[in-house]
């Protein structure tokens, strides 16, 4: 099954809002697509939850502001210009959904390797000495 985008009403159930405007929520959704699709090409059906946290962050806080005072007023914005990005946690997390970045292993033992010893074995060496029990 493809990838299926968010819609405009999804993404305001997400927010929790009563009201969205519906043209602007299907931009930032298509924009979030875009920014996720290029992490990750095709999207997971499972991306659906990056989407919307990125529109959502968007929507909310277009212009990113990270520090608010009311009076005697008093804002702080970041020096980028706002809009929709992706955290390292989106990125990890589309990269997961799709199968990529978690660990594994390498066996670098070569495909014609022999199981058998590398050393000489030599019954002769040893002769007619006997082991105690447990060393043979």
């Known amino acids: 099954m493809a990838f299926v985008s968010p819609t405009a009403e999804q993404l305001g159930m997400y927010l929790g809002l009563p009201e969205i405007d519906g043209d ?20 997971p059906d499972e991306a ?5 946290s990125v529109a959502g ?7 990113q502001v990270s520090y608010e005072t009311i009076g005697p007023m008093s804002v702080q914005r970041p020096s980028g210009s706002g809009g929709l990005y992706l955290t390292k946690a989106d ?3 589309l990269k997961s959904l799709a199968g990529r970045g978690g660990a594994f ?18 019954d ?10 447990g060393w043979s």
Request: charged share 15%; no cysteine; glycine share 2%.
């Open 24 to 43: 602007r929520a299907d931009l930032l959704i298509q924009q979030a697509v875009s920014l996720a699709q290029s992490v990750v090409k095709p999207l």
């Open 48 to 52: 659906t939850a990056v989407v919307l």
């Open 57 to 63: 962050r968007a929507y909310v806080n277009p212009q």
């Open 91 to 93: 990125k990890a997390a």
């Open 105 to 122: 292993t390498v066996d670098p033992t070569p495909s014609t390797a022999d199981p058998s010893p590398t050393w000489p074995i030599d």
């Open 124 to 133: 002769t060496f040893f002769g007619d000495d006997v082991f105690e029990p």
